[in-house]
C-alpha cells in the first residue's frame, strides 16, 4: 500500500530564508508526483508536477526534486515571502492507476513566513 | 469556464438529510475526480470518471454515498441519511486523459453536519 508522509508538519521561518519542504513515498512505482498548495478555507493549487522520467522542476522560486528509487522529493522555496505561508501538499499517482487516475497525498506541511 | 467550478462551497445539513453537491469541470477534462478531506489532513480519493463511466468507486466510504456525470461534464455527489463523520471539505478535480497530466482542483464544497 502506497503512503505519502510529509515532515515536517509544521514550519516557521523569517521572510527571506531559503527552506525545504519534504515528501517521502514507500512504494516507487508511481507515474508522477505533485505538488500543491492550499490555503485556509480554498481548494488546492497545483504548483508543480514531475514526471517520473524526470528529476526536478522549477517554477519562479520553486524547485521541485524527485528521487523515484528512494522514495523522495523536496520543494525547495527561496527567499520566503509572507504570502508563501499556506499548507503544501505532495501527491504522487501510482503506475498502474491509468484507469484510475488516484492521488496518494501526504498530510501537508503548514509553512508560516513571518514579516 | 476557466477553472473547475464547485457548488454550494457551503453546506449545513442536519443529521439524517440527504445532500447533493456540484462539480462542473474544465471544458474538455475528460477526467474527473471527488476527494474527501478532513480538517487537518491531506484529501483522501473518493471515486474517478471518465467520461460519463465511473471507473473506480472504491474510495466512497459507504452506500450511502453515491456519485454520477451522466453527460460526461457536470458530476453530482450525493450523501444520504448525513452523518457528523461525512463533515469535511468535498473537493473535485479535472484533467486531461493520460498520466502525463496534473489535475486541476475546484474550491471545494465544506459540508458541517450538525
Known amino acids: 500500500k502506497q503512503e505519502v508522509t510529509q515532515i515536517p508538519a509544521a514550519l516557521s521561518v523569517p521572510e527571506g530564508e531559503n527552506l525545504v519542504l519534504n515528501c517521502s513515498f514507500t512504494?516507487?512505482?508511481?507515474?508522477?508526483l505533485q505538488w500543491f498548495r492550499q490555503d485556509p478555507g480554498k481548494g488546492l493549487t497545483s504548483l508543480l508536477l514531475?514526471?517520473?522520467?524526470?528529476r526536478e522542476q522549477t517554477s519562479g522560486r520553486l524547485n521541485a526534486s524527485l528521487d523515484k528509487s528512494s522514495g523522495r522529493s523536496t520543494l525547495y522555496i527561496a527567499a520566503s515571502q509572507p504570502g508563501d505561508s499556506a499548507t503544501y501538499l505532495c501527491a504522487v499517482r501510482r503506475e498502474g492507476s491509468s484507469n484510475t487516475g488516484k492521488l496518494i497525498f501526504g498530510q501537508g506541511t503548514t509553512l508560516q513566513v513571518k514579516p | 469556464g476557466a477553472g473547475v467550478s464547485q457548488s454550494p462551497r457551503y453546506k449545513v445539513a442536519k443529521r439524517g438529510q440527504d445532500v447533493a453537491l456540484r462539480c462542473d469541470p474544465i471544458s474538455g477534462h475528460v477526467s474527473l475526480f471527488w476527494y474527501q478531506q478532513a480538517l487537518g489532513q491531506g484529501p483522501e480519493f473518493l471515486t474517478y470518471f471518465q467520461n460519463e463511466a465511473q471507473l473506480d468507486k472504491s474510495g466512497l466510504p459507504s452506500d450511502r454515498f453515491f456519485a454520477e456525470r451522466p453527460e460526461g461534464s457536470v458530476s453530482t455527489l450525493k450523501i444520504q441519511r448525513t452523518q457528523q463523520e461525512d463533515s469535511a471539505v468535498y473537493l473535485c478535480?479535472?484533467?486531461?486523459?493520460?498520466?502525463?497530466?496534473?489535475?486541476?482542483f475546484g474550491s471545494g464544497t465544506r459540508l458541517t453536519v450538525v
Open positions: 512504494d516507487s512505482a508511481i507515474y508522477n
Open positions: 478535480a479535472s484533467s486531461f486523459p493520460g498520466v502525463s497530466y496534473g489535475y486541476t
Open positions: 514531475i514526471q517520473s522520467s524526470q
